[in-house]
């Protein structure tokens, strides 16, 4: 039984047990109990559409009532005899949520018709009356319980008037998630698409994403997500209460969003995902999040860090809090809590897997917009939260929330998980060189963690780099008063001299899946004396998270001569015909260089990411974009391999385009040089700026990603 007959069927029980006589209401389909108060109602409107157009929740539709809280919402009335008379009438109502409903657990409220409606309170009064209509206006407070609520009128008896939804509201300054900028809120409640960053430090690319947060059957997804999440289902009344909590919410969701612990949403897999869609197909969260609730809350497979994070925040934005998708590129996995990552190589330049912690090449959270009244002022605003699996926090796979704030002050013993979030932004890389015979030498090298922190601009499809929002300027007093802070010993250490040989790994421009080209180690001798050295330069296919794959380039000069002050650039060619069986969907070569000088024994070691780049995909929009009006979108990819496609696929889908579905256009194979061609057809239901998102798969070219913004007329 999903959340919605659930629920009806309670609150049924509840006006049964009165044992009242019953009349059919008939717009809302639920009983009117008829007693001896003055007013005999026939039946209550909800005013759907209006509401829901005021409360800024229309897109869901306008077949039920979903209003925010903190702002009234009207109903009327409409009486079978009789008329309300000011100062004589007097009725009061009941709104509960919940499985069992209790005043002392703010689920359950009573409250009398007043002259006016209260902001702060559950509270209705009289808008206007004539003749056989009464119109109310009613109003929740800003810190109520969000969730499904009953509305029941008491005259003597008990009226049934219906049911709404209550969510969230961040235009209302007594609400803890109030966002004051109107543009922030479009973006970051109201926007159901974006973009999210990937790809390397150095090569940063992007994908556009479907939130689709008021697509048909999202927001009921979203509620079930709370009603199956395993606090619920061992304490109900206690989960119901704390609701009203944006900081609660966030953490549950955070926790549901994977399946580690519970019945969550998504199974996360970084390596062969041939049981399930690879992370990287989605296109959106729609699909996901009406998966996992039409089959039985069963975990959908499969997501990586962007789907976990986008899926978090398709559910937070359509309970009504701001929040956004944030990139951090070389972000660190401290799985010790000592702000140390530490990597291990073979005197060949091979990584040694010795611990857990890990470099990855990006890693995806959100951020959710609240205030902070558990800490102490000055940390409200963008708290961090992080649903992709990877450390229990109080025994449970989830993370956050944690103010922004807060890491960049470096306020570790702040709720929730300040230490591992600090360590993404902070940690220290250290590397070991272990030789044959087990000893083992420190590597001179140098990598900062936590660069470029990324989040799409307000309005804008543009990146917007965030990173001094967690971090001071490096070498800054205030960083270094942080790491003090922090007990941060290692950042705290003063650097040791530079060698006299510096190496570095250079790339050219345009590295494009298919082709073939040249990668550089350069090293520089900074001495008045020639060196002699052995460098190892080796290329191995990646993925994002940092594991390795198999080798597609190798060099090993064992006597290589560098004269005095020069420099040196040793190429290493990439041929298309090794790499292409060698690198995964996440177009990644991870490159490393190891230099060994015989004289002083020093070693240095230098590492980077390189992403190769998919081909276009050319979208064309054939016709007028109108409301309710079918549309047409050609959509071409040019194969740029040496060889034929095989099993193409384009798999389109787009808020409010596609009826909240994926169109699928497959082509058998396309030729080297030609294009894969496809047109698909979509009627758009509401007006506006869209996004048209689509993915390209096949047998050699996998999940490349394009979009198209469409402004929908009137």
Same mark, same amino acid.
């Given at each position: 039984m999903n959340g919605t007959n659930s629920t009806a069927t309670t609150l049924s029980c509840k006006v049964q047990k009165q044992q009242p006589t019953v009349v059919q209401n008939k717009q809302l389909n639920h009983p009117r109990i008829t007693t001896m108060a003055a007013l005999d109602i026939e039946r209550c409107e909800l005013e759907c559409e209006i509401n829901n157009f005021g409360h800024r929740t229309y897109l869901n539709g306008r077949d039920r009532l979903i209003v925010r809280r903190g702002q009234p919402f009207t109903i009327t009335l409409h009486l079978r005899s009789g008329q309300f008379q000011p100062g004589v009438t007097t009725f009061s109502f009941v709104a509960e949520t919940g499985p069992c409903p209790c005043e002392s657990a703010g689920t359950k409220t009573e409250f009398s018709l007043s002259g006016a409606v209260d902001l702060n309170q559950w509270s209705a009064a009289v808008s206007c009356h004539s003749g056989n209509t009464v119109s109310l206006s009613i109003c929740s407070p800003p810190d109520a319980r969000i969730?499904?609520?009953?509305?029941?009128?008491?005259?003597?008896?008990?009226?049934?008037?219906?049911?709404?939804?209550?969510?969230?509201?961040?235009?209302?300054?007594?609400?803890?998630?109030?966002?004051?900028?109107?543009?922030?809120l479009k973006e970051y409640v109201l926007t159901q698409d974006g973009l999210i960053f990937r790809g390397t430090e150095k090569h940063i690319t992007h994908c556009a994403w479907n939130f689709g947060q008021f697509e048909p059957g999202i927001l009921d997804a979203c509620l079930q997500l709370l009603d199956m999440n395993p606090k619920y289902l061992s304490n109900a009344d206690q989960d119901c209460s704390k609701?009203?909590?944006?900081?609660?919410?966030?953490? #549950?969701? +955070?926790? $549901?969003?994977?399946?580690?612990?519970?019945? *969550?949403?998504?199974?996360?897999?970084?390596? %062969?995902?041939?049981?399930?869609?690879?992370p990287m197909s989605w296109n959106g969260s729609v699909e996901i999040l009406r998966n996992w609730s039409g089959l039985a809350c069963q975990p959908v497979k499969y997501g990586q860090c962007w789907v976990f994070a986008a899926v978090s925040c398709t559910v937070l934005r359509a309970l009504g809090i701001p929040s956004r998708v944030v990139t951090n590129f070389l972000s660190?996995?401290?799985?010790?809590?000592?702000?140390?990552?530490?990597?291990?190589?073979?005197?060949?330049?091979?990584?040694?897997?010795?611990?857990?912690?890990?470099?990855?090449?990006?890693?995806?959270? #959100?951020? +959710?917009? $609240?205030?902070?009244?558990?800490?102490?002022? *000055?940390?409200?605003?963008?708290?961090?939260? %992080?649903?992709t699996p990877q450390e229990r926090s109080e025994g449970v796979f989830c993370c956050g929330p944690i103010s922004v704030k807060a890491i960049k002050e470096g306020e570790l013993t702040f709720k929730y998980d300040a230490p591992f979030v600090f360590a993404e932004v902070n940690a220290d890389v250290v590397c070991w060189m272990q030789r044959k015979d087990g000893s083992q030498e420190k590597l001179s090298f140098f990598n900062r963690v936590g660069q470029r922190i990324s989040t799409k601009s307000v309005g804008k499809d543009v990146r917007e780099d965030i990173t001094h929002l967690y971090k001071y300027p490096e070498g800054s007093e205030e960083e270094r008063h942080v790491f003090e802070k922090a007990n941060h010993q290692n950042k705290l250490l003063k650097p040791k001299p530079a060698?006299?040989?510096?190496?570095?790994?250079?790339?050219?421009?345009?590295?494009?899946?298919?082709?073939?080209?040249?990668?550089?180690?350069?090293?520089?001798?900074?001495?008045?004396?020639?060196k002699l050295c052995r460098l190892m330069f080796c290329a191995r296919a990646a993925r994002y998270n940092s594991t390795v794959g198999e080798e597609c380039g190798m060099k090993d000069l064992l006597n290589m001569q560098i004269p005095p002050n020069e420099e040196k650039q040793i190429p290493l060619r990439l041929n298309y015909s090794k790499y292409c069986e060698a690198i995964t969907e996440d177009n990644l070569i991870k490159l490393v260089a190891l230099l060994i000088d015989y004289e002083t024994k020093d070693a240095m070691l230098a590492v980077r990411d390189i992403y190769l780049e998919n081909p276009e995909i050319k979208i064309k929009i054939l016709g007028e974009p109108k409301q309710d009006r079918q549309l047409a979108a050609e959509i071409t990819l040019k194969n740029p391999l040496s060889e034929p496609l095989q099993g193409c696929l384009f798999c389109v889908e787009g808020a409010n385009l596609t009826d909240g579905k994926a169109i699928q256009?497959?082509?058998?194979?396309?030729?080297?040089?030609?294009?894969?061609?496809?047109?698909?057809?979509?009627?758009?239901?509401?007006?506006?700026?869209?996004?048209?998102?689509?993915?390209?798969?096949?047998?050699?070219?996998?999940?490349?990603?394009?979009?198209?913004?469409?402004?929908?007329?009137?």
């Open positions: 969730g499904r609520y009953s509305l029941t009128m008491t005259q003597g008896g008990s009226t049934r008037l219906g049911d709404f939804i209550l969510l969230f509201n961040p235009w209302c300054p007594g609400d803890s998630v109030y966002m004051e900028d109107e543009e922030e609701r009203n909590d944006p900081i609660y919410v966030s953490r #549950v969701v +955070s926790a $549901m969003i994977n399946c580690n612990d519970d019945k *969550g949403v998504l199974a996360g897999n970084w390596g %062969d995902c041939s049981d399930g869609v690879s660190a996995h401290d799985s010790n809590s000592n702000l140390i990552i530490e990597r291990y190589y073979d005197e060949n330049g091979t990584i040694i897997k010795k611990t857990r912690d890990s470099i990855w090449n990006f890693h995806c959270w #959100v951020e +959710s917009w $609240m205030t902070r009244p558990d800490l102490k002022p *000055g940390f409200d605003g963008w708290q961090a939260s %992080d649903p060698p006299g040989l510096h190496l570095k790994i250079k790339v050219t421009e345009g590295m494009r899946n298919g082709c073939d080209f040249d990668v550089y180690a350069v090293v520089t001798n900074n001495t008045p004396k020639p256009e497959p082509i058998a194979s396309v030729s080297p040089g030609q294009e894969a061609k496809v047109k698909v057809y979509f009627t758009p239901k509401q007006s506006g700026l869209r996004k048209l998102v689509v993915d390209f798969n096949s047998n050699k070219l996998r999940d490349v990603k394009g979009y198209r913004n469409i402004i929908i007329g009137k």
